[in-house]
């Protein structure tokens, strides 16, 4: 039973420009929550989706959007890159059981770097 | 939503027992306790989840007293490999239960 997969597992962009991550969900999972780690903090919520919609956003500009597919697996899209994007970006999954006791499963990230 | 206090850092030695303790004064009756392991660059592990008394899994054991507003991570006989981040969260529940992280506690294990 494969975990949370994310691709790319590095990534190098220049400010300005845009890139898109990707995560896939455990199996069995249909949500999926994004975080934000800058170096030496705890992980950021960015937003989270189910049923292929935003549910919940996090402090972040409309420069941070994503996707959910029926598949579940999601993307994560972030516009003119500032220097302060540089982070890991964590996707993680849960199965939603109305409960809010669901537990997320972390993917390995992927390592954003800005020049 | 409850706010979680666990100290910065914590230090021990090769096969001891090691306990960190959070607090969470605010903790909602229908919050439950999550504990999370993050080693450099990879993704947080989870490691236990508990609401009250106590719970016990192959790799940690969580203590929750009764009136619930701290609860305590035990490892029991700690490796070299269990040096990591450990975060202490309390979801924010309802519809989507984002996760708020603090700092954590850095654990140093020596030999």
């Known amino acids: 039973d494969a975990g949370v997969t994310q691709s790319p597992t590095h990534l190098i962009k220049t400010r300005g420009q845009q890139v898109t991550l990707r995560c896939s969900p455990k199996s069995g999972h249909d949500t999926v929550s994004w975080y934000q780690q800058a170096l030496g903090q705890g992980p950021q919520f960015i937003f989270q989706y189910y049923e292929e919609e935003e549910r919940q956003r996090g402090n972040f500009p409309d420069r941070f959007s994503g996707h959910q597919f029926p598949n579940y697996s999601s993307e994560l899209n972030v516009n003119a890159l500032l220097l302060g994007d540089s982070a890991l970006y964590l996707c993680?999954?849960?199965?939603?059981?109305?409960?809010?006791?669901?537990?997320?499963?972390f993917g390995p990230g992927t390592r954003l770097t800005v020049l | 939503l409850a706010k979680t206090t666990q100290p910065i850092s914590m230090d021990s030695y090769e096969g001891q027992e090691v306990n960190i303790t959070c607090s969470h004064n605010n903790i909602a009756t229908n919050d439950y306790i999550t504990w999370y392991q993050q080693f450099p660059s990879q993704g947080p592990r989870f490691i236990i989840q508990g609401y009250k008394t106590k719970v016990t899994n192959e790799v940690a054991s969580l203590f929750i007293p009764a009136d619930r507003k701290s609860s305590t991570l035990s490892l029991p006989r700690v490796s070299l490999s269990d040096t990591a981040v450990y975060y202490c969260l309390v979801p924010t529940g309802g519809a989507t239960n984002k996760l708020i992280f603090g700092t954590g506690t850095l654990l140093a294990v020596q030999p």
């Open positions: 993680a999954s849960s199965f939603d059981q109305g409960a809010g006791t669901d537990t997320q499963y």
